[in-house]
Antibody, heavy 122, light 108 residues
Framework: EVQLVESGGGLVQPGGSLRLSCAASGFSFSTYSMNWVRQAPGKGLEWVSYISDSGTFIYYADSVKGRFTISRDKATSSLYLQLNSLRAEDTAVYYC???????????????WGQGTLVTVSS | EIVLTQSPATLSLSPGERATLSCRASQSISTNLAWFQQKPGQPPRLLIYGASNRATGIPARFSGSGSGTDFTLTISSLEPEDFVVYYCQHRSNWPPITFGPGTKVDIK
């Protein structure tokens, strides 16, 4: 059974840092691209970042570029998101989501974790 | 950046009725569109990918159609558990990957 379990959220002051983790199990982690998606309280979904299966390709939303860093560890089947220079508008539930490419060019998020809440407030 | 617009924002219907949700893209995305359902306090669940393909385990009452810029999610006969929020999301000419603002289906 595919499982994605996020951790590392919490309350942090503006300008602070946090590191989120996503522990993957039930599938061959190193063969799947992964993403972070966030959802502010009561709001819609916002894609944050992508990392390819090998870690070669990395992309960010403009809203987090230069402040957040995505990474992955094949040995521990873990995905990470380092959040720096946090702002109030970064307050959200952060989900990790797996990519599935059924045919070249047809890619979608097929599994999601339960999410971890990040609150940026003084 | 491709912008997705969903309509209506809220759809008020009764159990057993047919629901038709719309998603429009600001430029052609072929069939690179997915639909997600989100229940309160839960992560999104994939319903439809490639505009019209039902994901594993999704009931047949859910169907998707469309290509280019106009897409539709249809729920043929609403069950009580279907009264939640639905999002469309594209995966064409990315990054960025964007979601629509969502349509809430509530009980009339």
């Amino acid at each position: 059974e595919v499982q994605l379990v996020e951790s590392g959220g919490g309350l942090v002051q503006p300008g602070g840092s946090l590191r989120l983790s996503c522990a993957a199990s039930g599938f061959s982690f190193s063969t799947y691209s992964m993403n972070w998606v966030r959802q502010a309280p009561g709001k819609g979904l916002e894609w944050v970042s992508y990392i390819s299966d090998s870690g070669t390709f990395i992309y960010y939303a403009d809203s987090v570029k230069g402040r957040f860093t995505i990474s992955r560890d094949k040995a521990t089947s873990s995905l990470y998101l380092q959040l720096n220079s946090l702002r109030a508008e970064d307050t959200a539930v952060y989900y990790c989501a797996r990519d599935l490419e059924v045919v070249p060019g047809t890619i979608f998020f097929d599994y999601w974790g339960q999410g971890t809440l990040v609150t940026v407030s003084s | 950046e491709i912008v997705l617009t969903q309509s209506p924002a809220t759809l008020s219907l009764s159990p057993g009725e047919r629901a038709t949700l719309s998603c429009r893209a600001s430029q052609s995305i072929s069939t690179n569109l997915a639909w997600f359902q989100q229940k309160p306090g839960q992560p999104p669940r994939l319903l439809i990918y490639g505009a019209s393909n039902r994901a594993t385990g999704i009931p047949a009452r859910f169907s998707g159609s469309g290509s280019g810029t106009d897409f539709t999610l249809t729920i043929s006969s609403l069950e009580p558990e279907d009264f939640v929020v639905y999002y469309c999301q594209h995966r064409s000419n990315w990054p960025p990957i964007t979601f629509g603002p969502g349509t809430k289906v509530d009980i009339k």
